[in-house]
Every structure is written in C-alpha cells, then in structure tokens.
C-alpha cells in the first residue's frame, strides 16, 4: 500500500469513529444549523441549481432545507449512480422521488433524466474529512472525484461550485494529508460552525 494510501485509510478510520460516537440528538441539532448556514451561503452565491445528497451513515443531513421548503426557486439535483460517475437528477419530491439505489443509498427513481453537470451552480458534497487546502476524504469508490475530473473551478463558470459538508469536528485545521492527482478538491466547506474559503493546494506546505 502507497504511503498517501496508508495516510488516508488511518483518517478515515479516525472519522468514522468519531462520527459513530456522536450522539444522534447533537449531530441533528448541529445538521439543521448548518443548514441555515448553507442556505444562506447558497442565497449569497445565487446558487439556483444544486446538487446535494440524501445523508446515510451519520453523513451531515440537511433535509431540513427541502422539507422546510427554504427557497422555492432552487432546485435540489440528488446524484444517482451510474457505471463510473454520478448523474444528478432535479427532485421535487425528495420523499416520494427517492428510493435506495446501487449502493443502498437513496438515489432519483430511474425515470428522472439528469442533467449536465455544468448545468449545476453548486454541488455540496459529504465527507468523512476535509482540510484547508480543499482535500476532500469520502468513503473510497471514487466518484466524485470522476464527475468533477474535468471541472477547473467553480468560480469562473467552467463548472459548478464544489462545496465540501461536513461536522466542524471533520474539518482538520493544522494538519492534512498527501493530495493525490485525481482528487478533486471543493471550494468551500460548510460546518455548523460557518463556511470556509479553501486555501489554493500551492499552499501547502
């Protein structure tokens, strides 16, 4: 196993962990804060296309933004997965439109079609750890990191806005790990405690 690989795998075990000793009640109190926070970045940053996903696994839940009905002119666009990448369908009814897909995860029902990733304005993305410079830790399959391999950055309309989610507790400040070539890093990372800026890689030290 490659020294960035061993990196990863002891972070991932690390957050797992902590993730699955959070108690339920706080991780709810704590996702409905953080989504005021990303509605209200997501206002800011005209964001009227988004993508977003259906929390398994202690993931941060923001279902509170849809079934509070936070701004009826956005459209959420949940991921559903295909061969190698994700397909971001446009869901009206997250409650009736989404069923337990490939990887037991709800997904848009297969009559949805998907739109164009560029078609999206901002895409928030769950983790089990992010870092300043961007660096996104998931689950290990990789297919975030294959939807977005192309995008060169939100911020100059080639692509959609890349917004990491995650509890402030995932969010490591001080320390990282070796970024590899085909991850592909977010802009921002929203937590309960506020969104943050990400750092450009060549930062690193």
Not at 2 to 14: F, H, P, Y
Not at 83 to 95: A, G, Q, S, T, Y
Not at 111 to 135: K, R, S, T
Not at 150 to 169: I, N, Q, T
Request: hydrophobic share 40%; net charge neutral.
């Amino acid at each position: 196993m490659a020294e960035s690989d061993m990196e990863k795998r002891g972070v991932r075990l690390k957050m797992k962990e902590m993730r699955a000793q959070f108690p339920p009640a706080e991780a709810g109190a704590l996702s409905r804060l953080a989504g005021r926070r990303l509605d209200a970045f997501l206002v800011f940053m005209g964001a009227r296309r988004v993508g977003i996903y259906a929390a398994v696994r202690g993931e941060m839940d923001f279902s509170s933004l849809w079934s509070e009905g936070s701004d009826a002119k956005r459209t959420y666009c949940f991921p559903r997965v295909g061969k190698d990448v994700l397909h971001f369908c446009p869901v009206n009814h997250p409650e009736a439109e989404l069923q337990p897909g490939t990887l037991r995860i709800p997904e848009p029902v297969r009559d949805i079609p998907a739109l164009n990733v560029n078609e999206l304005d901002a895409v928030v993305i769950p983790g089990l750890a992010f870092d300043l410079y961007g660096g996104r830790l998931g689950t290990g399959g990789g297919f975030y990191d294959r939807t977005f391999q192309e995008r060169r950055g939100g911020l100059d309309g080639s692509g959609p806005l890349l917004v990491g989610a995650c509890y402030a507790f995932q969010l490591l400040v001080g320390e990282s790990w070796k970024h590899d070539a085909w991850d592909v890093g977010v802009d921002w990372v929203i937590t309960d405690r506020g969104a943050l800026r990400c750092l450009p890689r060549e930062y690193m030290p």
